[in-house]
């Protein structure tokens, strides 16, 4: 099943499938930027990154906006030949900084890993997968257990998931 659903994701250039991520993409655009969801949209991906329908899993879809980071220009003094202020690129991707809003914003649960799940021209959409170590079928699971360990707290903001450790050059550009 999890093939036929990846091969939807795949092949969404159908009229139907545009129309009906159209109509997402609105609906989500008046929604707040980071929102607890009952099941994730791509469960092919989310079960490939580690999620589980069971206690303890939850799984958030946050809005990031699009486009370069734009720097404010220097108000006084001389004007640098090499200001700074366009084409200037973040060194984290939106995917990373996703992560980090949904760890901030559920404080007690800690963050697994992300995907993609929608862009328009403004915003972009992904899904985070957060995992509650203090949940007792958590602590039992022993797939998953590693997260209560004291040394998994705050896994987003060290660059710990996979878009963190893409980020710091540990892993190959894909």
């Known amino acids: 099943m999890y093939k036929y659903v990846a091969n939807a994701w795949k092949n969404r250039g159908t009229r139907e499938m545009r129309e009906v991520e159209r109509q997402r993409l609105i609906s989500w655009g008046e929604q707040p930027a980071i929102l607890r969801v009952e099941n994730p949209l791509r ?20 809005r990031v906006r699009r486009g370069g980071l734009r720097r404010l220009r220097p108000s006084s003094g001389r004007r640098q ?22 760890a901030k914003k559920f ?47 705050g896994r987003a903001s060290r660059g710990l998931t996979s878009a963190g450790k893409k980020m ?4 190959a550009r894909t």
């Open 81 to 102: 030949a090499h200001m700074g202020v366009k084409r200037y690129t973040p060194a984290k991707s939106m995917r990373l900084i996703a992560e980090e809003r949904a």
């Open 107 to 153: 404080p007690n649960l800690e963050v697994l890993n992300s995907y993609w799940v929608g862009e328009d021209g403004h915003h972009k959409w992904f899904e985070v997968i957060l995992v509650d170590p203090n949940n007792p079928s958590i602590r039992n699971e022993p797939s998953i257990n590693w997260v209560c360990d004291g040394k998994q707290k």
């Open 168 to 171: 710091r050059g540990l892993r």
């Open 43 to 62: 469960l092919d991906r989310a079960r490939a990154l580690g999620y589980r329908a069971k206690q303890g899993f939850v799984v958030v879809r946050v």
